[in-house]
């Protein structure tokens, strides 16, 4: 499995980003993927998931200006972040699980690093004000 995530940049205060990760070598169907984050100094931290038949689940911290969905035909991954903020600036990663039970676990707020098992690289974002 390999996953490479792009769209990142440098925007202003109240823009709009939209992150993709290239999804490749993923068929298991117990599958999910997840957006996160990390700031600078900071704990990496789950932004949200979106299992196999396309329900979602957002944490708290982007919702109403995170939107994540997946275009299965082209098994791409997207995080669409608009009214970005400031402190929205962090390195993004895209992550894939495969057990059943994690992605049962991310569809209910929880994200654990050590419940993916593969990750991109990250896209820089930086929100300036």
């Known amino acids: 499995v390999q996953l490479m995530e792009s769209g990142g940049g440098s925007v202003q205060a109240g823009g709009s980003l939209r992150l993709s990760c290239v999804i490749s070598?993923?068929?298991?169907?117990?599958?999910?993927m997840a957006w996160f984050r990390q700031a600078p100094g900071k704990e990496r931290e789950g932004l949200g998931s979106?299992?196999?038949?396309?329900?979602?689940r957002t944490a708290d911290s982007v919702k109403g200006r995170g939107t994540i969905s997946r275009d299965n035909a082209k098994n791409i991954l997207y995080l669409q972040m608009d009214n970005l903020k400031p402190e929205d600036t962090a390195t993004y990663y895209c992550?894939?699980?495969?057990?059943?039970?994690?992605?049962?676990?991310?569809?209910?707020?929880?994200?654990?690093?050590?419940?993916?098992?593969?990750w991109g690289p990250g896209t820089q974002v930086t929100v300036s004000s």
């Open positions: 979106i299992q196999n038949d396309g329900r979602t």
């Open positions: 992550a894939a699980a495969l057990d059943r039970a994690f992605c049962a676990l991310a569809h209910g707020g929880a994200w654990v690093e050590g419940w993916f098992r593969h």
């Open positions: 070598g993923l068929s298991n169907r117990s599958s999910c």
